[in-house]
């Protein structure tokens, strides 16, 4: 389950890497044709007018890029609901709610990539450590359950779901941190340099 | 030994000026901290006298009860009423001068204070209504009232105690971390490392590690120039992560002062174990609601310990990352950047944060792989403080240290928190605490950490800051008969309750057996030592900051001092 939600927050991400490719190739191809254009104009195709309102679209929704606030909070508000114990066991019963489930994990994925692109260094520094504790801390109550909280899992996997949630903190605060923390200065002492 | 002249006494600080509202309120946390230490004190005296079979209250019930509420109070009110509120204080005045720049809030310093000292004020209240699950919360006692013991009303009045000491210590992790990472900050010591050094014909010079400085002012901390610093370079050098990349790199990172890291390091720890205290609250608070709440006992210790390891650190490690920068001072070393003090830092971070389980390999116990986490991290916890001990040890090694009284106090405070360390390590291991943990033992360990090591270090810390905030000087050889009858009383209790734990004396039991009986007396000279050394303590404070004549040593080193710190700050200012 915890590889298959993973998967998920990836799919998001790429999605928004693949419509902003997407996006760019649209724009490089349309400001050639205009170069391309000689004479005077004869008005848009209508091809083209459609990608120009949907790049209106999409440019007043990346409007909220500036915000990363406003992405994460989505993104854990996401998370948050969905862990609610009686929506994911409905989520696990039926199927179209199943489905809304996954499609917010890839929400969750691509809100995330804007919030990490869109935060300031300190945040995001301490995002990645906020990430670490939480998990660890959720990774103990899960560890030491007597009791099942999502009926579709068995006890076991309830405690074992725990103990991965706790060593991947641990390989986060040990390994991830520091290197991501280190990478970055090494990247700012050079472009000092 | 000891220098008569006591002008310089207030040591080594920067010569930033901290603002004068800044000074007022370190010192009402000093002083808001020495009197609950004071009331704490009593406690343990109370304990003492219960155990020596003295019925205080008549009943032997009401007596026993009153043992546990001075159990329950003395542990936490020692915590949180003295060396919380100590290091809190202290770590408000040390971020301010060694970074160079004012609080990001002084107001959130402000209600730090408030509500550490309501929460003190409520512990002292439940404690007179005979509440007594232990410092620890004992799990699930906290939460059980009404056992012919205290009632439901007294366990409340604690719950909310801790629930507002953990609001003031996460309000004051806030306002450090903001401080640090918001801003400019002071910074720049790396850069002068010593194999860097250039002399003015451009050679690189060698190690330049005297015996003695030439230099009149060797207080490099204030070479340091105000910098902004983007971010992952900031996390970088204040975790003190920089400090074990190779050369090349390490000195283009520009280095804070080694004081700032380990305040830093502490707020970061504090606050993410703070989390665990509302957990365990919100877990106790439900089940007391709605005594149908299936409560997890287990979960609500191990997150309870997921708070209370870090707090044993908190009280320790702003005052080491001071002893970092005064002791070499001391010495008379020049220490620019020493990459040796920094390298203990992640480590401190990393293992503290995996350290808590070990509370727990007893009567609760949590699945084997995590008492092996715990295991291994409390062996490793280790590596970092032989690091700092060995560190300081070689800084004082052929050296002319001046052994004032703040440097005894902190040395003395290295050589507690070793032995404390020593006993830590044996209890952390899962094999010896079987044996252990229910004795006196577990008691010695805290009592060398926190006693003989955060105590001493914030008691040699008050001796230099005291001065710098009231350019009056506190008494010498009152200060030297407070260190005697401190480290006499300390150490000779911390050493008791360590062996009588080996000889199986049970912790917590208001009625002992009639072998161990021959201790009590001891125990309880020994607590009126320390107790006494803390009286004069208190005088030659109040004496000092109640004094309105400066002598005129005092008024000219003073003078002297406060126009090289406006000279500083106009500098910073520029």
């Known amino acids: 389950m915890l590889v298959e939600h993973a998967l998920y927050f990836t799919i998001g991400a790429l999605s928004i890497s693949v419509v902003e ?51 994460i909070s989505i993104a854990i508000g996401l998370i948050i609901v969905w862990h609610v114990p009686f ?52 990774g103990l109550v899960f560890v030491v359950l007597t009791e099942r909280i999502y009926l579709f899992y068995s006890l076991n996997s309830h405690n074992q779901a725990g103990t991965y949630m706790i060593i991947s903190s641990i390989i986060l605060l040990l390994v991830g941190f520091p290197a991501y923390i280190i990478k970055r200065s090494l990247y700012f002492v050079k472009v000092g340099d | 030994l000891i220098h008569n002249e006591y002008e310089r006494e207030q040591g080594p600080t920067p010569l930033f000026d901290i603002s ?15 009197i609950y230490f004071i009331i704490a004190g009593v406690l343990a005296l109370i304990m003492r006298t219960i155990q020596s079979k003295v019925m205080l209250l008549g009943d032997q019930n009401q007596t026993f009860g009153l043992f546990y509420s001075s159990l329950t109070v003395h542990g936490q009110l020692m915590f949180f009423g003295f060396a919380s509120m100590m290091v809190v204080g202290i770590s408000y005045y040390l971020v301010s001068k060694f970074a160079k720049k004012h609080l990001f809030s002084f107001n959130l310093a402000i209600l730090s204070f408030a509500l550490l000292n309501a929460g003190a004020i409520l512990l002292i209240i439940s404690g007179t209504m005979f509440f007594g699950a232990g410092w620890y919360n004992l799990m699930p006692l906290t939460f059980h009232p009404g056992n012919n013991g205290w009632t439901i009303f007294s366990s409340v009045i604690f719950l909310i105690a801790d629930l507002i000491i953990g609001v003031a210590l996460t309000i004051f992790s806030i306002n450090v971390i903001a401080t640090l990472l918001i801003g400019r900050v002071a910074a720049g010591v790396q850069r002068s490392e010593v194999n860097y050094d250039i002399n003015k014909s451009g050679e690189e010079l060698q190690d330049q590690h005297k015996s003695k400085s030439d230099e009149e002012d060797k ?38 002062s080694i004081v700032v890291v380990g305040i830093f390091v502490n707020a970061l720890i504090q606050l993410m174990g703070n989390i665990g205290l509302f957990a365990q609250l919100a877990i106790g608070f439900s089940y007391l609601v709605d005594p149908n709440f299936n409560a997890n006992w287990l979960l609500a ?23 970092y920068y005064y002791i070499p001072r001391y010495a008379k070393k020049t220490v620019p950047y020493d990459k040796w003090a920094y390298r203990s830092w992640p480590f401190y971070f990393v293992f503290t944060m995996l350290v808590f389980s ?20 409390s062996f ?53 605490d079987l044996y252990l943990h229910n004795t006196l033992n577990v008691v010695g360990h805290i009592h060398f950490v926190l006693l003989m090591g955060s105590v001493l270090f914030g008691l040699g810390l008050i001796y230099s800051i005291i001065p710098a905030i009231t350019k009056k000087n506190l008494e010498v050889n009152l200060g030297i008969v407070h260190l005697i009858l401190t480290l006499i009383g300390g150490f000779g209790l911390a050493f008791m309750f360590l062996f009588l734990g080996f000889a199986g004396f049970v912790r917590r039991e208001a009625d002992i057996p009639q072998i161990f009986a021959w201790t009590l007396p001891w125990l309880l000279f020994l607590a009126l030592v320390v107790g006494f050394g803390q009286i004069i303590f208190i005088y030659n404070l109040f004496k000092t900051m109640l004094r309105k004549k400066q002598s005129s040593h005092e008024k000219e080193y003073f003078e002297n001092q406060q126009i090289r710190m406006v000279k500083e700050n106009n500098n910073i200012s520029k």
């Open chain 2, 20 to 34: 004068l509202e800044l000074s007022d309120l370190t010192k009402k946390f000093i002083i808001a901290a020495v």
């Open chain 2, 301 to 323: 210790k191990d997150v309870w310990w997921f708070f209370g390891h870090p707090i044993v650190y908190f009280t320790l490690f702003s005052f080491l990352g001071a002893a």
């Open chain 2, 219 to 256: 207080g490099r901390v204030d070479l340091l120039i105000m910098q902004h610093i983007s971010a992952s370079v900031r996390w970088c050098s204040l975790l003190g992560i920089s400090s074990w990349l190779p050369q090349k790199s390490r000195s283009k990172i520009p280095a804070v």
């Open chain 1, 87 to 138: 929506l994911f066991n409905i989520a696990t019963e039926n199927r179209d709610i199943h489905i809304l489930q996954h499609i917010s994990f890839i929400a969750v994925g691509a809100t995330s990539l804007l919030a990490i692109r869109s935060l300031g260094e300190n945040s995001k520094i301490f995002l990645l450590f906020s990430m670490a504790g939480m998990m660890a801390f959720s």
């Open chain 1, 21 to 71: 490719n997407f996006l760019k190739i649209v724009v490089i191809y349309e400001n050639s044709k205009k170069k391309d254009q000689v004479g005077p104009s004869h008005g848009l195709t209508s091809a083209s007018l459609v990608t120009k309102k949907w790049v209106q679209v999409i440019r007043w929704i990346f409007k909220l890029n500036r915000y990363g606030l406003f992405w």
């Open chain 2, 358 to 377: 070990h509370h727990l390999f007893m009567d609760m116990p949590n699945p084997d792989w995590l008492e092996m986490v715990a295991q291994t991290a």
């Open chain 2, 380 to 432: 490793g916890i280790v590596f970092p403080s032989g690091l700092t001990i060995m560190t300081v040890l070689m800084y004082i090694f052929r050296s002319r240290i001046k052994w004032n009284i703040t440097a005894l106090f902190m040395m003395a405070g290295i050589a507690g928190w070793a032995f404390g360390g020593f006993a830590g390590v044996e209890t952390g291991w899962r094999g010896t």
